[in-house]
């Protein structure tokens, strides 16, 4: 799973670094079309000018991601939950990058605000696309990947949908993509009729936006939940347990945990996750026995687990006695499990070391 999201930054650092490297270009075909403004060419046509150079550099890096788009639609129910997440993850980020890069573009000067209808196009785009994604991944029970090195507060978090929900909120993001391709149009043909003439290449995100119509989102929805291999499953595994202090290296006693002289006593539970669904709310809890008089016999920790992934969870402290032979438990439990997963050991505490009399000055 690191491996992924290593792979996933660095690709897209690359997008990132393309589009930089249109604006860059860009800024040189404007340099240009400044010099010459100043000489034989009006304020507004250099304007215009530099709103479709802008414009233009933008669309060349988002033509692919219309094609992506349609592509995914009609493959949903072939792919991997995995390869779903992905998909839209990356649709979802290139289309975000675009909308940012068009919110810089000039608002005022060019004809009919072209600067400021072309990033709203970008935007509208983008939160089409991204309600896409929330719909599929509510209905399916998804969720986007962790950004790395993002704090956890920029974690998006899908909400479970049913399939009205669903069909509702993405016929909404297709509404504002078929809304944001007609505006393109009409900006394109605009811009064409005013003053320098101006090409803005013809970015149609989608080429047939029937397929956001709430009936047809309601079919595809229908088919995705009728397909088997998208069914969400939580398959959790017990890896291994560490305690804290860590067991003295003793093999006099077979399977008896070995612990030098302590008072306190806690685990790190290993939990693996072989499903294709995040195990969420999952409960590690460590109950000793016999207890101590001076705290609880039980001790827990919550989390989650991310599909075909594992996760280290820490339970809190309880209080021991030294010379004592404990019995622990460590239980996993998933919601809607049948049962919890657990695994006993037996501990054994050192009894602590007197110290040696005071032996008084003479």
Known sequence: MARRSRTRSRTRLRYVLL?????????LIISGLVSSARSNKGYVTVMNHSVAAQANSISLAQERNGVALSSLMGELHLLTRAQITRAF???????TVEAQAASIMPGVGPSHDAGTRYALIQTERAQGVASLRKAVDGLLGLQP???VGAPPSAQVVIAPLNQ???????????????????????LRLALAASPGHVHLHNTTFVADPSIFSVASMDALFAQLRATASLDPVISPALVGVT???????TTTTSGVVALGPTTTLSATVVVANHGNAPARGVIVTMNVSPASAQGPSSARATGSVAPASSAALTTST?????GMTISVTISVVTPGASAPISRTYRVSIAQATPSPPTTAAG
Do not use: C
């Open 19 to 27: 589009v930089l490297a249109l604006v860059v270009l860009t800024a």
């Open 318 to 322: 309880l209080t021991v006695v030294p």
């Open 164 to 186: 009205s929900q669903a069909s509702a909120i993405g016929a909404s993001g297709g509404a504002l993509i078929e809304r944001a391709d007609n505006q393109m149009r009409s």
């Open 145 to 147: 990947y962790p950004v």
């Open 89 to 95: 993850d990356d649709l979802v980020y290139r289309t």
């Open 243 to 249: 305690f804290t202090p860590s067991p003295l290296p």
